[in-house]
């Protein structure tokens, strides 16, 4: 079986100093070189787990489900040597459940996993199909998309343990199309769209049924988000243009009605995918007139920016958000793509993480690297520097053997106190060491993989 040697770094960069702690933005890049691109899907509430998919093309090309929290590591969910395509798009509050669909040649299935019972199919409306898009904060709901038995059309559908699946689309006809994208923390209000007639539109289904919430302008709404107690919707929806119609990211509330949040600065057309528990902050998808793809982050002092823009300084020049998909209900993860060096790669932003840190290590006079903690360690580990000026940083594992295992940072590094992690979930117990060399500056410690 071939080793999977997963190369997962955390960057942490310095942004406001007070005595005894430094408060900084991280971002981590869940990597691999057995991925072609990767997705980030959701986050749990406290930003430990993340879930997702990668494509791979060895040994076949196809797409898997992936699970990552910073103390156990990357694990794989679905079936193993298996050639379906899988993805997970949601995860629960607590981060143990995780929904997604697997797809085959004739037939595509929602599917619920935790660590317990493993993954099991939460079956259809009455068709072949169906697709898990999300799962409530506290486990209970899961919504999405199904194929009646009937017309072979995709209905929205809530599912549940008591109840199993609810078709929620056959209350406005049969054969109409409707898709469930999003849901409540408690699992009463679920959000997505609906055909009605020669339009479709952002729709609500809670407890006073089904409810459009409108558009803009044009033929068509969508919504991919909804906040924790279910008042604040975001989504896309169609506006009218002299040369054409657009989609702008949209956020609605019953007393403000939708509102258009795009700004045309920013691009041609914008998605709005989730919003936080306050609705203080928006993320998605932004696109240039060319489609290409740029994550942003909307707020209600500034508007809409781009990622890129906000947090940039985590990133080389070259490199750009690409997606934003989920942002946690207190507003302080996010998760997407962002594109490094010509592939897409899952990531994970942490806007308020907080490390201790010594008075000594605030006045960055020497280069400096910091024993690995815990240590010892299964499987993940942090290994925190520090440079005094602009330069080039390359940090790598090696065996006892003096054998490279992993390249865990090679890049131009601003002056700061950083900080990576280093997985180990597939590697042998044992003694790693690890080495920092910037400039003239060379340093090893010594770590221990106990499993």
């Known amino acids: 079986m071939k080793s999977r040697n997963n190369l997962i770094y955390k960057i942490l960069l310095i942004i406001l100093c007070v005595v005894g702690k430094t408060i900084c933005q991280s971002l981590t890049i869940i990597d ?9 899907y959701d986050v749990s509430d406290d930003g430990k787990t993340v879930v997702g998919s990668f494509y791979r093309t060895d040994p076949s090309s196809h797409y898997e489900a992936f699970v990552w929290n910073s103390t156990t590591g990357f694990k794989i969910i679905n079936n193993p040597g298996s050639s379906l395509d899988y993805y997970a798009y949601g995860v629960s509050g607590d981060g143990n459940k995780v929904i997604g669909s697997y797809y085959d040649n004739t037939m595509v299935r929602a599917f619920l996993w935790s660590e317990n019972s493993g993954l099991i199919d939460i079956g259809t409306i009455g068709g072949d199909d169906a697709v898990a898009f999300d799962i409530s904060t506290d486990g209970s709901t899961i919504a999405g998309e199904s194929e009646d038995s009937i017309y072979g059309v995709r209905h929205a559908f809530k599912w549940n343990d008591s109840t199993g699946m609810m078709d929620l689309g056959s209350s406005l ?20 769209y609906a055909e009605y007639g020669s339009y479709a539109a952002a729709t609500m289904w809670g407890p006073q049924g089904m409810i459009e919430i409108g558009r803009l302008a044009g033929n068509f709404s969508n919504a991919f988000g909804v906040s924790e107690d279910g008042s604040i919707v975001v989504g896309t929806t169609g506006t009218y243009y002299p040369y054409g119609i657009r989609n702008h ?44 793809p740029y994550a942003f ?29 989920k942002i946690s209900p207190n507003g302080r993860f996010i998760v997407g ?25 605030l006045s960055l006079m020497d280069y400096q690297l910091f024993q690995n903690y815990p240590n010892p360690f299964n499987p993940v580990t942090h290994i925190r520097f520090q440079i005094p000026e602009r330069s080039h940083v390359k940090i ?13 940072l090679d890049d131009e590094k601003d002056k700061g106190i950083y900080e990576i992690t ?24 010594k770590m221990l993989y106990l499993k």
């Open 422 to 445: 280093f997985d180990a979930s597939n590697l042998s117990t044992g003694i790693y060491l690890c080495r920092m060399q910037a400039g003239n500056y060379i340093s090893i410690k």
């Open 396 to 408: 790598t594992v090696f065996n006892i053997l003096g054998e490279q295992v992993q390249t865990l």
């Open 249 to 292: 990211a949209f956020k609605w509330t019953a007393t403000n009605g939708m509102i258009d949040i795009h700004n045309d600065s920013l691009g041609f057309s914008s998605e709005a995918r989730a919003v936080s528990s306050d609705g203080n902050l928006v993320v998605g998808t932004v696109y240039t007139a060319s489609a290409i």
């Open 32 to 40: 691999s070189s057995i991925f072609l691109n990767s997705i980030a």
């Open 173 to 192: 006809c049969a054969y109409c199309i409707s898709r469930a994208y999003a849901v409540s923390a408690d699992g009463s209000v679920i959000v997505g």
């Open 337 to 361: 793509t962002v594109r490094i060096a010509n592939k897409w790669c899952a990531f994970l932003l942490d806007t308020e993480h907080s490390v201790e840190v010594e008075k000594s290590d």
């Open 297 to 325: 982050l909307w707020d209600n002092l500034k508007g809409m920016r781009r990622l890129n823009d906000v947090y940039g300084n985590l990133i080389n020049w070259s490199d750009s958000f690409g997606h934003a998909f």
